[in-house]
């Protein structure tokens, strides 16, 4: 199941899902070899979608790996969308290259012009991680899983079909009319096609219409159209529209919700109310299925997230599934997303190939989601060395970027460098990752540190910027429960979160704060010593969704979060 909703009812897709032949690649030979022609007799089956370190004997393994399966063309043009490959792909048809695509979480996809007839698809997917050139790095805080990580489909082509969309809109003052402009890209692959139809509906009611000539590609733009008296998208009643927008043989479906996002004397603002972000960190991850969580998992990992009280999501440290986001959307959670650029020091983030590949994931990352209204946060990168001249360089080409595709979202970074950091400027949100009583420093520290860092942004005049605690938490190893509360027991963790969430929700200055973390989750092998079980154990659930002591008691906070806030009652530790 790729979407919550039906995305066409004239497009005809193959969903190439199922059991593919695999072969790893560890001494880098299939290249030379040609395995892209003749695949290696001692391939094995391996499942499309799934991680390849969740099949017996694969646990370890890092690098290059082959899969191959058949498809038929059913027309002579078709359109393979992969929905999520880790690292570098590249893809073949009957032995040729079609095209390659790097990063590991959003959508790419290739064009083919065929015979009606069956075809062989071999894709090299290579998730080797460097010191320098990779996003991510070796080194991070969660495990290099590799594979056909989301679904493939075959789109057939029957003349022409919408390759792209794109709908913005512009809400009037009150927030009561909107005004929409759809952009539509057209491929028509084998020849122009003449006096062509393109109608537009909102909720099954025609809103446009065009009659065009479609090219190879063209681009179609219905301007100033307006609806009024539209219902909003917000957290309690995320009302959402329909549009379709149609050809004479393709259509294509996308939900949108109307809702206005922004920042005002230090607070958030939804719809023009003041928002307070109950927020959690989440990875999309699980021990026995990496990051090919299948969609029951994830409805259960929402429930369990709207159980504890949490109205937002960070969608720590990459592009989600699709269909998460559009559970998002459909219960009013709030989403933030993020590219995996995380922790990069100043050499690897003024290395032109990074800039250009985060460029990239950037861009993907914008248009793959710019429709989902519960995306209200775009998130550059985490903890990188955004106190150095390399950091400012890169964040500023990276929001002029995200700026330049879409106006509509806050823009942030999350920072670890909270009195040096150099690129606050650059967003909307100051977000700050701190661990103090964790790693460092004791727990009463916490208002000290908050004190200092508005004096910062006082200094640097961004004190109408809202702050945001964008990571905080403690280990806790899952059942350690004693009447003493040291670290790494569940105790010591409830009482971590009880205590500064207490401190941030007082703060009338703080809008948000982002529990680190959800779950307990597998980490990769750089960081495996300083982790005991080799996971990060910070969440408060542990990798098989079993709750904490720190489950309840952030549960208790949250529900009372506005209370608390206002200081009408106390929280219990
Ligand atoms: C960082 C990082 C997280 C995680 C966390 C921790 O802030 O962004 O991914 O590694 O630290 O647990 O220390």
């Not at 799934?50 to 694969?58: I, K, P, V, Y």
């Not at 393994?61 to 359109?79: I, P, R, S, V």
């Not at 079609?98 to 069956?118: K, M, N, P, R, S």
């Not at 065009?212 to 009302?239: A, C, G, M």
Request: charge should be negative; proline fraction near 3%.
């Amino acid at each position: 199941m790729l979407r919550l909703f039906k995305r066409h009812t004239k497009r005809d897709v193959t969903l190439l899902d199922g059991i593919w032949r695999f072969c790893t690649d560890p001494h880098r030979r299939g290249m030379d070899e040609e395995w892209f022609k003749v695949f290696p007799k001692e391939s094995r089956d391996m499942v499309v979608p799934s991680c390849w370190n969740n099949t017996l004997g694969l646990y370890d393994y890092e690098g290059l790996a082959w899969y191959a399966t058949t498809f038929e063309m059913k027309t002579n043009a078709a359109h393979i969308k992969f929905h999520g490959v880790t690292g570098l792909a590249k893809v073949y048809v009957d032995g040729t290259l079609i095209g390659e695509h790097y990063g590991g979480f959003i959508d790419f996809g290739f064009t083919v012009q065929a015979e009606i007839a069956e075809h062989t698809l071999v894709v090299a997917v290579d998730n080797t991680h460097d010191t320098i050139n990779t996003i991510p790095l070796a080194r991070v805080d969660w495990f290099h899983y590799g594979g056909i990580i989301r679904s493939v489909e075959l789109i057939h082509i029957h003349d022409a079909w919408i390759s792209n969309c794109n709908i913005g809109y512009v809400l009037d003052k009150n927030l009561q009319n909107v005004t929409l402009k759809i952009q539509a890209t057209i491929e028509a692959p084998k020849k122009i096609l003449h006096n062509q139809t393109v109608q537009v509906y909102i909720d099954n009611q025609l809103i446009c219409r065009k009659t065009v000539d479609l090219q190879e590609h063209t681009t179609i733009t219905f301007d100033n159209v307006e609806q009024r008296n539209i219902q909003l998208w917000d957290v309690d009643n995320p009302k959402l529209y329909y549009i379709r927008i149609e050809t004479d043989t393709d259509d294509i479906i996308e939900r949108i919700g109307f809702r206005d996002i922004k920042t005002k004397d230090r607070k958030i603002l939804l719809n023009n109310k003041e928002l307070f972000l109950k927020g959690i960190n989440r990875h999309e991850e699980h021990p026995d299925w990496g990051f090919a969580v299948p969609f029951h998992l994830m409805k259960k990992d929402m429930d369990i997230i709207k159980m504890v009280g949490c109205n937002a999501i960070r969608g720590s440290h990459y592009p989600n599934s699709e269909i998460f986001l559009d559970l998002c959307d459909q219960e009013g959670i709030l989403f933030w997303e993020e590219i995996p650029m995380w922790g990069f020091p100043e050499e690897a983030l003024s290395n032109p190939l990074v800039i250009n590949r985060g460029l990239t994931m950037l861009k993907e990352m914008v248009l793959r989601d710019f429709h989902h209204p519960s995306v209200i946060i775009w998130g550059m990168h985490n903890e990188v060395a955004s106190h150095t001249n390399a950091g400012v360089n890169i964040t500023k080409v990276f929001s002029e970027k995200i700026r330049s595709l879409d106006s509509s979202r806050l823009l942030t970074h999350a920072s670890n460098h909270p009195f040096d950091d150099l690129c606050y400027k650059f967003g909307d949100i100051v977000c700050i990752n701190q661990y103090i009583g964790w790693y460092d420093g004791e727990l009463s520290e916490w208002p000290e540190f908050l004190a200092k860092l508005k004096e910062k942004l006082a200094k640097d005049n961004l004190s109408d910027m809202p702050i945001v605690i964008s990571e905080f938490g403690a280990g806790g190893i899952y059942g350690d429960c004693t009447f003493e509360s040291p670290k790494w027991t569940e105790n010591y963790q409830a009482k971590y979160l009880a205590e500064t969430l207490r401190t941030f929700l007082e703060d009338e200055d703080i809008c948000g704060t982002y529990i680190w973390q959800f779950c307990d989750i597998r980490t990769a092998k750089e960081l495996a010593l300083n982790r005991p079980r080799s996971f990060n154990n910070k969440g408060i659930v542990n990798e098989y969704r079993k709750p904490k002591i720190a489950y309840w008691t952030v549960k208790e906070i949250y529900e009372n979060a506005l209370q608390i806030r206002h200081k009408k009652i106390s929280p219990t530790a």
